[in-house]
Every structure is written in structure tokens, then in C-alpha cells.
């Protein structure tokens, strides 16, 4: 008798060896993600006459990693875009920024929202509904957190002034742009020409209508305003479109909550070099709030100019939505 002559159990899956060595997908194409649905991505890649659109899943040895829009990937298989074909996601390369929340600020698990955008475009009514301002901060704090630039779009001016949240954020030196249905879209256009940018904002407040007007291909679904001053949910899912003049814009559903229970105040303090610079004094464990007796930032904003009493005001309004401190602060 020899080796030959040895019989083998085949496990459960046959009788193929198993290795750790996992295939090197050198022929890997790279695309970008530009929506997900129900375990299904959709993945944008440049084939041989132009960008082609791809239906894929994620591989197994990617584990638990999940896979959002923005994510720029490498996929194997058929990547014709044919109806009925499937490639699959073997690669996601390394984030460069990340919007994530979590579903409310006890919720240990963050769910990243949107990958490697540029900018964060805040959409809030000043009016119908009202604004939300516990919302709005939040947003900020993510947006800063996440490495994201973040712009305020202020809609429905015509009906309602927006200098009370212009006054509100003033000391962060925000660009806002106030619009109205009327109003054209060059200078918000100015702002995300060129630059992958995200929206944001509550159901109602006109995001997916401004959407529609920035992509008229969109076709992102609109509702009115309920009977209680809430927006009904019309988008379902995030979606990345083309911007006409250059660029992509991510339209992400209306949601009503943003958890922070991934965020400590250091990383919004990181944010902001000279601030960031002045805390490293304060005692451990301050707040930076205005009840906070021995915060340096109080002495750094009385022995400058005016305008750094607004730039500390408006630092505590996104630390107060933050709702706990990092250590050392």
C-alpha cells in the first residue's frame, strides 16, 4: 500500500484543500460605488466606450466590511453592465473621509453613511418645517469629525429671513447659501462644481427637490410637508448622480436623528488648530463650557478680538451636541 492508497474524508464543501492564501485579483477593475440596495452595488467603471455601470456583491473575504457609495473598489467578473450579470467587490481602498452616525447617541454601533466625499452639504428651511437646530449641530459635528468641508444651504428664503442661523454659526465663518425656487443656482453650483459633495437635511426641507433641479436626470421622488410641520420620507436610499457641469452629487435619504455616540469633543476640537492648541491647558476632564471655571479657552477668547468671544460661542453649541468628552478635555 501506498499514498494512493490512503482514503480521505471529504468535508461538508467536498474534498478541495483548504489555504490561507487568498487569489491576488491582479486583473481587478477599479470602480467607484454609486448606489446601494439590499446587498446589491452598483459599481461604476470605465470600460471601453465610456463608463459602464455594473451590478456587483461584495466577495466573501471581505468579511463584515460593508460597502457604502463613495467607496472607490476594485470588482472581478462580468463587468459588461449586460442585465442579469454580477461582478463581485474584492477591494475597498482606504477611506479618505467618512460621514457616519449612529442611531441615536447610546447606540455603540456607527454606520458610515457616505465615503471620500469632499463636502457636506447641509440642506435646512428656514421655515416649513422649521429649522432643527439640535439637527443642524449635530451635522456640523459630523461633518468636522469625518473630515468633511461642511456648507449650510439655507432653503425657502423667500418665505422667512435666514439671519438667525446665519448668527448662529457666525463664528465658524460657514458658507451659507440661501435659496429659494426662484433663485438660480450659481452660487451654490460655484461651491460643488468640481468636488464630490453630499446632502444632507430632515425630511421636507427641500433636499431632493434642490437635487432635482442641481441633476435634471435624477428623478429623486418629492412630497410635501405633513400636517404636523414634519417632512414625509420620499428618498429611500443614497444615490450618487453626475453633476452636469463637473463633478457628483450624493442626494442620501431625509432622516429625523444623528447620533453621535462615535464622536468625543476632541475630535471636534481637532478641527480647529488654534482652539485645539489653547485646550491642550485646560484641567482633565473640562467640558469647555461656559461652567467650566478653569477652561483656557475663556482666558485665550477675553485676550484676543471680539471675534474670538463668536468663535467659541458657536464651539460650544457643536460641543453641547456632542454629548460627552473625549479624554484629556
Not at 447610546?106 to 421655515?127: F, G, K, M
Request: with cysteine; proline share 6%.
Amino acid at each position: 500500500m501506498d499514498e494512493d492508497d490512503v482514503r480521505v474524508r471529504p468535508g461538508r464543501r467536498g474534498s478541495r484543500p483548504r489555504t490561507r492564501i487568498r487569489p491576488a485579483h491582479e486583473d481587478a477593475v477599479p470602480g467607484l460605488v454609486i448606489a446601494v440596495d439590499r446587498g446589491r452595488m452598483t459599481v461604476r467603471v470605465e470600460g471601453a466606450e465610456g463608463p459602464v455601470d455594473v451590478t456587483t456583491m461584495r466577495a466573501r473575504e471581505l468579511g463584515k466590511h460593508g460597502v457604502v457609495v463613495g467607496d472607490r473598489v476594485r470588482v472581478v467578473g462580468d463587468t459588461s453592465g449586460r442585465t442579469d450579470s454580477l461582478a463581485r467587490i474584492v477591494t475597498i481602498q482606504e477611506r479618505t473621509t467618512s460621514l457616519r452616525r449612529t442611531a441615536d447617541d447610546t447606540d455603540p454601533t456607527e454606520r458610515v453613511v457616505v465615503a471620500n466625499a469632499d463636502l457636506l452639504v447641509i440642506v435646512t428651511s428656514v421655515t416649513d418645517p422649521d429649522p432643527a437646530l439640535g439637527f443642524l449641530d449635530r451635522c456640523l459635528v459630523a461633518a468636522y469629525a469625518g473630515g468633511l468641508e461642511p456648507l449650510l444651504c439655507l432653503t425657502k428664503t423667500d418665505l422667512a429671513s435666514a439671519q438667525p442661523l446665519l448668527d448662529r454659526y457666525a463664528g465658524l465663518r460657514l458658507d451659507a447659501v440661501p435659496m429659494s425656487r426662484e433663485q438660480p443656482l450659481d452660487e451654490l453650483l460655484g461651491h460643488i462644481r468640481d468636488r464630490t459633495s453630499v446632502f444632507v437635511g430632515q425630511s421636507g426641507v427641500g433636499k431632493s427637490t434642490l437635487v432635482n433641479r442641481l441633476v435634471p436626470d435624477a428623478l429623486r421622488a418629492v412630497g410635501d410637508v405633513s400636517k404636523i410641520g414634519k417632512g414625509r420620507h420620499t428618498s429611500s436610499s443614497a444615490v450618487l448622480f453626475d453633476l452636469p457641469g463637473g463633478g457628483t452629487v450624493i442626494d442620501t435619504p431625509g432622516i429625523r436623528s444623528f447620533g453621535l455616540a462615535h464622536v468625543t469633543a476632541g475630535d471636534v476640537l481637532s478641527s480647529f488648530d488654534e482652539m485645539a492648541d489653547v485646550a491642550a491647558d485646560c484641567p482633565p476632564g473640562c467640558g469647555h463650557t461656559a461652567e467650566d471655571p478653569d477652561c483656557a479657552l475663556d482666558a485665550w477668547a477675553d485676550a484676543g478680538p471680539p471675534e474670538r468671544r463668536d468663535q467659541l460661542a458657536a464651539l460650544r453649541v457643536l460641543l453641547g451636541a456632542v454629548g460627552q468628552v473625549g479624554p484629556g478635555y
